[in-house]
């Protein structure tokens, strides 16, 4: 079966600017979760979806990020403004059950720098 | 609440010679413990994983991990290193039976050596 794809995979912007993430989960997949992966720092979960509905976004600066599932199925994660401490990986992973109850899978991957 | 700590940052081995890769959890419910496999620009994939069944666990390209609830630790073995084992590691935790949140460890970076 086909992985969790993302893109773009490298991204370059520089401060103040904004910016998009995409992610397509395994298809049946309800659960949906991004995380911000800080170099030489584990994976912090941002924010996780369960169909189109937010289950957990304690952790999402929402003063600057934004993430929508509309249709249960893909997301987009945005950050409007950028800062340099922004510069990180965000996976996206998806689950077909809840974080205990099921394996997460996770995408490659986008490399953000914020110069 | 829940945390884990992984013991060492960097661990190096020669090629043939066991792997332990330490891990301690804290939390406060039942856990589920799991580690991940992370190779450079490649997504994390799971190794193994622990929901309260069987202590000792098995689980890909020969790796497995021992629940130790006295010890409140999770630590993972392989009994010979071999070079595509070189990667980060990630000890990760979680509340069984509910849908909390993973909660990542710092990383171990597996070094193996000819």
């Known amino acids: 079966e086909a992985g969790v794809a993302q893109s773009p995979r490298y991204k370059i912007i520089e401060k103040r600017q904004s910016v998009a993430f995409w992610c397509n989960p395994i298809s049946g997949h309800a659960t949906l979760y991004w995380y911000q992966q800080i170099l030489g720092q584990g994976p912090k979960l941002l924010i996780q979806f369960q169909n189109n509905g937010v289950v957990d976004d304690s952790q999402l600066p929402k003063d600057r990020f934004s993430a929508e599932r509309l249709k249960g199925v893909d997301s987009t994660l945005k950050i409007q403004p950028a800062k340099l401490e922004d510069s990180a990986v965000y996976l996206c992973?998806?689950?077909?059950?809840?974080?205990?109850?099921?394996?997460?899978?996770f995408g490659p991957g986008t490399r953000l720098t914020v110069l | 609440a829940q945390s884990v700590t992984q013991l060492d940052s960097h661990v190096s081995v020669s090629e043939g010679t066991p792997v332990l890769l330490r891990c301690n959890y804290s939390?406060?419910?039942?856990?589920?413990l799991f580690w991940y496999v992370q190779h450079p620009n490649k997504g994390l994939q799971l190794l193994l994983k622990y929901t309260s069944a069987a202590t000792l666990v098995k689980g890909i390209n020969g790796f497995e991990a021992e629940f130790k609830k006295s010890e409140t630790s999770f630590h993972l073995t392989k009994p010979s290193a071999h070079m595509s084992d070189a990667a980060e590691y990630f000890c990760?935790?979680?509340?069984?039976?509910?849908?909390?949140?993973?909660?990542f460890g710092t990383g171990t970076r597996l070094q193996v050596t000819l």
């Open positions: 939390s406060s419910y039942s856990p589920s």
């Open positions: 992973a998806s689950s077909s059950q809840g974080a205990a109850g099921g394996t997460q899978y």
């Open positions: 990760v935790v979680t509340v069984t039976g509910t849908a909390s949140k993973l909660t």
